[in-house]
């Protein structure tokens, strides 16, 4: 059975990070991997300001911007290997073809479609460089580019997959790849239109890759490896007292995710829940500790899972003549959530009015109030935080409330979310 493995960018914005990946694989040299690898550490963010700067028309900026990227890489590559530095050297550089190719030009599409023909250069940038390291230390392994396996429409930066086209083909080039190696590496995040042009996946999409590569294979599980314990009931930055969960069925999990918790995205729950595949969250640090495992399993007593969301808005939509808010005018909220790709942390309707809770994204919060405003008045509140326990207690609750002016409450037997200023 084939094992799949995922690798985010915190596992691997180091040498010293990706060596201790190889430490790890050695642990696996019976097993047949396939291993999912993201940009290295900061590097999404540091080609997004090389996308801004392009389209922008900020070309110097950009080409500059893009060329600290390329030395970052150049020396990653120069401190880890020795006799494969040339063959990486040459592949990298085409990679940086690709991108400096772009930069050259002037844009005259828009900013999603640049962005990810820009962005996905770090995912095959990180991969090059660690298949060619791995190979050196003797863990044989075959680099494929998952843009080539992997079809998309063009819905630039959440894209779309085509999975007719797509499963036949990740199935025959990896298990092609595996019966020479037993170790095949590709790229999280991206894939490729009809056309060839790169395309992302969105947000979480190297899980997202991992879960379609799971399926693709009926895989005997995936592990997705963190720089923490295990799935925790909080965030540890937020609440030092966080504890480690070991065990959560799909379900919790896709609730979770869709109050906030950054722990798995419901896209990537679906693929693994529809075959079955058990998801494990394991420590890349220390790979002793047990990790989480999620599976099909409901699990019973549970910790009080707690997600803050900050900077948040309030919209007030009030119906225009007093007429209630009953179905057309609720239909046409949620097409415009649609058109703008901006869904609500939380809604409370009444008779006449609407209010919803969002993310403080400027460009998208004008969409939405602009559309809005053909059926509503419109007001905005701005400057909360959501909160939202599930499996709560209410000692909990008013512990964490205590002081605070709150300003929205729902409540159900499970969750409670309370919208309040500082």
Not at 90 to 100: G, V
Not at 197 to 212: K, Q, V, W
Not at 222 to 244: C, H, S
Not at 379 to 388: A, D
Request: proline content about 3%.
């Amino acid at each position: 059975m084939i094992k799949v493995f995922k690798f985010g960018g915190a596992s691997v914005n180091s040498v010293e990070r990706i060596q201790h990946l190889a430490t790890i694989l050695e642990q696996y040299q019976q097993d047949k991997l396939v291993l999912i690898i993201s940009a290295m550490g900061k590097t999404t963010n540091a080609l997004e300001k090389v996308a801004e700067a392009f389209y922008a028309g900020n070309q110097a900026e950009a080409i500059q911007l893009f060329h600290v990227v390329k030395q970052q890489h150049l020396t990653t590559a120069k401190y880890l290997l020795v006799t494969h530095y040339n063959a990486c050297h040459d592949q990298l550089n085409d990679f940086f073809t690709e991108a400096e190719w772009l930069l050259h030009d002037k844009p005259v599409r828009n900013y999603d479609y640049y962005y990810d023909q820009l962005v996905c250069i770090g995912e095959l940038l990180s991969t090059c460089i660690i298949s060619y390291f791995l190979n050196e230390k003797g863990l044989s392994n075959t680099w494929l580019d998952i843009r080539d396996l992997l079809r998309t429409d063009d819905n630039f930066r959440d894209a779309n997959v085509d999975w007719d086209f797509s499963a036949p083909r990740i199935h025959a080039a990896i298990h092609e790849a595996i019966s020479q190696t037993n170790c095949c590496i590709v790229q999280g995040f991206i894939g490729s239109t009809d056309e060839n042009e790169s395309t992302t996946l969105g947000r979480e999409g190297s899980d997202f890759t991992a879960a379609i590569v799971a399926n693709v294979l009926d895989a005997s599980g995936l592990t997705i490896w963190k720089d923490v314990e295990g799935v925790m009931n909080a965030d540890p930055r937020q609440f030092p007292e966080a504890q480690y969960i070991s065990e959560l069925s799909f379900e919790e999990v896709i609730e979770m995710a869709y109050y906030g918790a950054q722990v798995i995205h419901p896209k990537t729950i679906k693929p693994l829940q529809n075959k079955r595949i058990p998801l494990y969250v394991k420590c890349f640090l220390d790979t002793s500790l047990p990790g989480t495992a999620i599976t099909g399993k409901k699990v019973k007593q549970l910790p009080p899972v707690i997600v803050l969301k900050k900077d948040q808005v309030l919209m007030h939509l009030h119906s225009q003549d007093f007429s209630f808010v009953g179905e057309k005018p609720l239909g046409d909220l949620y097409t415009i959530f649609n058109e703008t790709r901006f869904r609500p942390n939380l809604i409370q309707t009444g008779a006449i009015n609407v209010q919803l809770c969002v993310d403080n994204r400027a460009e998208k919060l004008d969409q939405l109030a602009a559309k809005a405003a053909a059926m509503f008045d419109v007001q905005i509140e701005k400057g909360l935080t959501l909160l939202t326990i599930r499996h709560y207690t209410n000692e909990l609750l008013q512990k964490l409330t205590a002081g605070k002016q709150i300003v929205l409450q729902q409540q159900t037997t499970e969750t409670v979310q309370v919208l309040y200023h500082e």
